[in-house]
């Protein structure tokens, strides 16, 4: 192939129809899933850019902006979100987003395609580790992007310190007297990174271990992100003649699980079983469920700040780094 691709390459390499490309393209709600992948890989392998002239002409305007993220798999992005959009208030910004399955259930979790970045003005990516390749492209593009939850060298990112809430969540329980812990967590399929989950586990059995406790393999379990299978784990672990007193678990719908399973195993909470959670969303207000709390709304927030900054002029990157805090409730 002579000279940079068209949309007539992009129909033949994903074997559709022109027209079908530009529905893609131009209104991607008409096309199904499964077409709208094939077109956008095609895209992505091709390295295709809508011409300039149209991109201006669609966007009227009107500066585009694409959130990627795991939409459907966590309640927590959806917090981010809201802070993306606020700070977005009432700039000339329009805001696409993007669903892609979440890194930890994915055998390929590094995202190695991007949208239509022809038609972006700038990308923000949360909670999806870069492949090279995407990586490469973005630089290339000269795209503007910012990460949440993740690093890559040479972007900026808005992130916390996983590790740490792990470690703040074994400080509380120590200090509340327990000496036998266990955890909850989600499993990832891959090991070609390494999930939040992983890393807050690393840190709660770091601290544990610095107090002189052990946390085996026996008290650990991990699961895919489901109810179901998060309350069989949770009954599993203290079903247990020698289960945990204190229980971490990843996320705040996992804590759900193991209070739900400790309620039906007739355990008091806490005088028999503590339970820690991690975001501090609203259920773990309404449950009193003690929780390391996130800054999830300041990340988008802070993420789209900086975008538009470099939206406005490019500069070097940087990693920012926001607080964590352990809030005490009535499960501890």
Same mark, same amino acid.
């Given at each position: 192939?002579?000279?940079? +691709? ?13 027209? @079908? ?13 499964? @077409? ?29 902006? =694409? ?8 309640? $927590? ?12 208030? /009432? ?9 892609? *399955?979440?890194? !930890? &259930?994915?055998?390929s ?9 022809g038609?972006l ?5 949360? $909670?999806l +580790?870069? /492949? ?14 910012? #990460? ?9 990112? %808005? ?5 740490? =809430? ?11 007297g ?30 544990l ?10 008290? %650990? ?8 299978? !998060?309350?069989?784990?949770?009954r ?9 007193? !204190?229980?971490?678990? $990843? ?9 739900? !399973? ?14 820690? =959670?991690? /975001? /501090? =969303? ?14 999830? *709304?300041e ?5 789209? &700040? ?8 490019? @500069? ?9 805090? #352990? ?6």
């Amino acid at each position: 192939m002579s000279g940079p +691709p068209t949309i007539y390459d992009v129909a033949t390499r994903a074997g559709v129809s022109i027209s @079908t490309v530009s529905r893609v393209l131009n209104s991607p709600g008409g096309v199904s899933e499964r @077409t709208r992948r094939k077109v956008l890989a095609a895209v992505d392998a091709l390295g295709f850019t809508p011409k300039p002239d149209a991109v201006a002409k669609a966007r009227r305007g009107v500066g585009r902006v =694409g959130v990627i993220a795991p939409y459907t798999s966590y309640p $927590s992005v959806a917090r981010r979100l809201r802070g993306v959009l606020r700070a977005v208030g /009432d700039r000339p910004l329009e805001v696409v987003l993007f669903d892609q *399955e979440s890194a !930890a &259930e994915s055998t390929s979790p590094l995202l190695a395609s991007l949208p239509v970045t022809g038609r972006l003005d700038g990308l923000i990516v949360v $909670s999806l +580790p870069l /492949d090279d390749a995407v990586a490469d492209r973005l630089a290339a593009l000269r795209l503007p992007a910012v #990460l949440v939850d993740v690093r890559h060298p040479g972007f900026d990112s %808005v992130r916390t310190d996983d590790a740490d =809430g792990g470690r703040l969540a074994a400080g509380h329980l120590i200090g509340r007297g327990h000496r036998r812990f266990g955890f909850l967590g989600e499993d990832q399929r891959s090991d070609r990174y390494v999930s939040p989950s992983r890393l807050r586990l690393g840190g709660y059995r770091a601290a544990l271990a610095e107090a002189g406790h052990v946390i085996g393999d026996g008290d %650990v379990r991990l699961v895919r992100h489901r109810a179901g299978e !998060a309350l069989a784990a949770a009954r599993d672990l203290l079903a247990r003649e020698d289960r945990p007193t !204190a229980v971490f678990a $990843s996320d705040d719908v996992l804590a759900a699980a193991v209070l739900r !399973a400790a309620r039906d195993l007739g355990l008091d909470v806490p005088g028999s079983v503590a339970v820690v =959670g991690f /975001d /501090d =969303g609203e259920p773990a207000e309404i449950m009193g469920l003690t929780t390391v709390r996130q800054p999830l *709304e300041e990340s988008g927030r802070a993420a789209m &700040e900086r975008l538009i900054q470099q939206l406005g002029r490019r @500069t070097a990157a940087r990693d920012v780094v926001l607080g964590l805090e #352990l809030i005490a409730r009535a499960t501890t």
